[in-house]
């Protein structure tokens, strides 16, 4: 008979360590993954398109190559330079130029060359994100909500590359970015709870109203149908009274805004494909 010994029971037990590559290249935000794919398989639904295709892939290609990057911004901020920060930027610098390519496949076979407008107009609101986290400040709510509302504009370029309106472009960042922009400050503000810190509701509630205003005005406006109001409604609705609820965990409270994100996407496809 073999017997096991408590060394052998701690080594059975004990975690692996991480390879360097995966600390310097795997994006930590888990909800950041639902909020890029998001506007990417809306647009896709919407307006299918290979050029889109080309554009959806080079947009999650950003989100996963702005964690090396914002290492790289970080280390130069701070004025050293590490082994870590030489891997990363070999990371980052693969990933730009696969970001690159598959911009210039968009331009050479998309149906309207006016895709990358709407790209354009949203790249300050990139450089807000990413100079907060140069600053090790990227957890903020001012760099989160604009970097949300930048790699929304994916969406809106899906959509001309396949020589979509301008309106229905417009329309459906509007639905992306209220979607998105009421999910974070709730989440933040059920985060902060949990933890035991101090908040105040109403900036949670104010993103919940400020999101359904806009969607409404797209719809006002024509640019997208009544379905999204009643599900962007509907899940603003459901924060204001969870917000005041019982304190759920953050996977939770992620599986719920990814479930919300999920909703509010297939039922916008749906009513503009009606």
């Not at 919407?46 to 996963?64: I, R, T």
């Not at 964690?67 to 911004?73: E, G, I, R, S, W």
């Not at 396949?162 to 999910?183: I, N, Q, T």
Request: charged share 10%; proline share 5%; aromatic share 8%.
């Amino acid at each position: 008979m073999t017997t096991v010994g408590p060394d052998a029971g701690a080594a059975a037990t004990a975690v692996r360590p991480v390879a360097p590559w995966r600390q310097v290249a795997i994006p930590t935000e888990h909800g950041g993954w639902s909020l890029t794919a998001e506007p990417v398989v809306l647009g896709l639904l919407v307006a299918w398109s290979w050029p889109g295709a080309a554009l959806g892939v080079a947009a999650m290609l950003a989100f996963v190559a702005r964690t090396p990057l914002k290492l790289v911004l970080v280390d130069r901020w701070r004025h050293r330079w590490l082994d870590r920060s030489r891997l990363a930027l070999r990371i980052a610098a693969v990933e730009i130029s696969l970001i690159v390519v598959l911009g210039a496949v968009a331009a050479a076979t998309s149906a309207n060359g006016w895709f990358w407008v709407p790209l354009a107009a949203a790249a300050p609101l990139v450089g807000i994100e990413l100079w907060f986290d140069m600053r090790s400040r990227g957890r903020r709510l001012v760099p989160e909500l604009a970097g949300t509302v930048g790699i929304g504009s994916v969406v809106a370029a899906i959509v001309l590359a396949a020589d979509g309106s301008v309106a229905l472009a417009v329309g459906l960042w509007v639905v992306v970015s209220a979607r998105a922009c009421a999910a974070i400050p709730y989440a933040r503000t059920q985060v902060f709870r949990a933890h035991g810190r101090t908040v105040t509701l109403w900036h949670s509630d104010l993103a919940q109203v400020a999101a359904l205003a806009a969607v409404v005005a797209a719809w006002i406006l024509d640019a997208v149908p009544f379905a999204p109001v009643v599900a962007v409604l509907a899940v603003a609705m459901f924060n204001i009274v969870a917000v005041r609820g019982p304190v759920r965990r953050a996977v939770v409270i992620g599986m719920q805004q990814m479930a919300f994100g999920i909703a509010v996407t297939v039922v916008t496809a749906f009513a503009v494909l009606a």
